[in-house]
């Protein structure tokens, strides 16, 4: 099965003879279905359902049916007070039915619990999908910043590679001296090197996508860039308060201390008396070497009988064990009540964090906007009197590399910006 839909995912990547571009719903989807994590989380709540189950069966009535043969040799006391060799058989059968009438409330408190507790696994199963979302959005997004990278490095490239055209005719007639030739060699050196290590990262970052998807290989490998708007923040205040509702973590992390208090009461079940109904019927034959004896059919038919009776337990002193049952649910109640407001908090700090990360993004990039238009004109400006003279090749690239500063800057606050909106979006909504 698995390998079917390995073979599936690869033939899906090709359409007409072009690599298929994935968009992030459809890294999604494909990481929720194939994250090994999920799947244990998965297997996990099958294990609850079938312990609930378990716990509902445990109100049935047991029956059951055994059969004995055995036969004893040698020397044995007779009737009459004496011994003598005697070889005996004896056959039996019996049919034996059990009914819990009242197991002091275990079995409903056993079953609530499970019920509870598998709710709980049903939780952190979608905040296992959840997480797995997170990191795919989040790579996803870092994809699309090592390629906005890569094309800021190529134009970088070609940007270089036409000066050293130009300072190369210049060259050509005296108009510049040779050193600024020697440096314009120097900067598109540098430039290429630069594209091909913003091609690796581009490559890594697919890479370590694919990887989170578990696909095969990242040849042919390709994401959709889809052209999103700058987003609106929400207010955290109102994500923390939707989360708190809607967060598949929270609702595990309260489902899990509603299971723990569940625990305690079937802890404490160990003090309440139990009683149950049993019922039975059966024979037997037995057969005494050298002495007359009934037939099989006679004696099954004599032997036969039936009895019913009720047993009462009623705990007096069980070596404190019910105590120290109670007192370590007690404790582990105790523990799940920390691990929620543990996650109440860090997620708290997670949406704060979003939140003003988001900011700065945003006021790093309208203060990015302003320097790649600032830059781009000055390095016309500078391109220009270079030509006429006017500037020095010292000038000209660092007229440059302002220009490309500002437009990684542009990239890095966009895509930090998009990353943490899209977190507080997840947080609020679900999805």
Not at 39 to 68: C, Y
Not at 244 to 260: F, T, W
Request: glycine content about 4%.
């Amino acid at each position: 099965m698995k390998k079917a839909v390995l073979i599936f995912a690869s033939l899906s990547l090709w359409c007409g003879g072009q690599a298929k571009e994935w968009t992030l719903q459809e890294c999604i989807d494909y990481a929720l279905a194939n994250n090994l994590t999920v799947l244990q989380r998965s297997n996990d709540a099958f294990q609850a359902e079938n312990e609930l189950t378990a716990a509902k069966d445990a109100v049935l009535p047991t029956l059951s049916a055994q059969g004995q043969q055995s036969w004893n040799f040698g020397r044995g006391l007779t009737a009459s007070n004496t011994y003598a060799d005697r070889n005996t058989m004896n056959f039996g059968v019996n049919v034996g039915l059990n009914l819990p009438l009242f197991q002091g409330l275990q079995t409903v408190r056993q079953i609530k619990y499970q019920r509870t507790y598998l709710s709980a696994m049903l939780e952190n199963l979608e905040s296992a999908k959840d997480d797995i979302a997170l990191q795919v959005m989040a790579q996803y997004l870092q994809v699309l910043y090592s390629q906005e990278m890569e094309e800021i490095a190529r134009s970088q490239a070609e940007l270089t590679a036409e000066e050293l055209n130009r300072r190369q005719a210049l060259l050509d007639v005296g108009r510049i001296p040779e050193a600024d030739m020697l440096d314009a060699k120097s900067q598109d050196a540098q430039a290429r090197m630069q594209y091909v290590t913003a091609q690796n990262d581009t490559r890594l970052a697919l890479l370590d996508l694919s990887q989170l998807l578990r696909l095969e290989t990242a040849e042919d490998f390709t994401i959709v860039k889809p052209d999103e708007p700058l987003p609106q923040l929400r207010d955290p205040r109102q994500v923390y308060e939707s989360a708190m509702s809607i967060n598949h973590s929270v609702l595990a992390g309260r489902k899990q201390v509603e299971a723990a208090g569940d625990q305690i009461k079937v802890a404490q079940t160990g003090w309440i008396p139990k009683l149950s109904f049993s019922a039975g019927l059966g024979s037997n034959y037995y057969k005494i070497s050298g002495m007359p004896n009934e037939k099989f059919g006679e004696q099954f038919k004599n032997n036969f009988a039936q009895y019913v009776g009720l047993n009462l337990n009623i705990p007096i002193f069980d070596a404190f064990q019910t105590r120290n049952s109670v007192r370590r649910a007690k404790v582990n109640r105790l523990s799940t009540e920390l691990n929620f407001e543990a996650a109440s908090d860090n997620l708290f700090k997670s949406i704060q964090q979003s939140y003003y990360q988001a900011v700065g993004a945003r006021e790093r990039h309208s203060a990015a906007e302003v320097a790649v238009t600032s830059s781009e004109a000055s390095l016309e400006a500078v391109k220009e009197r270079y030509g006429l003279g006017r500037a020095t090749a010292v000038e000209f690239d660092n007229a440059k590399n302002q220009y490309v500063k500002a437009l990684s800057e542009r990239a890095q606050s966009k895509f930090e910006l998009l990353l943490r909106a899209k977190v507080l979006d997840f947080y609020a909504t679900g999805r």
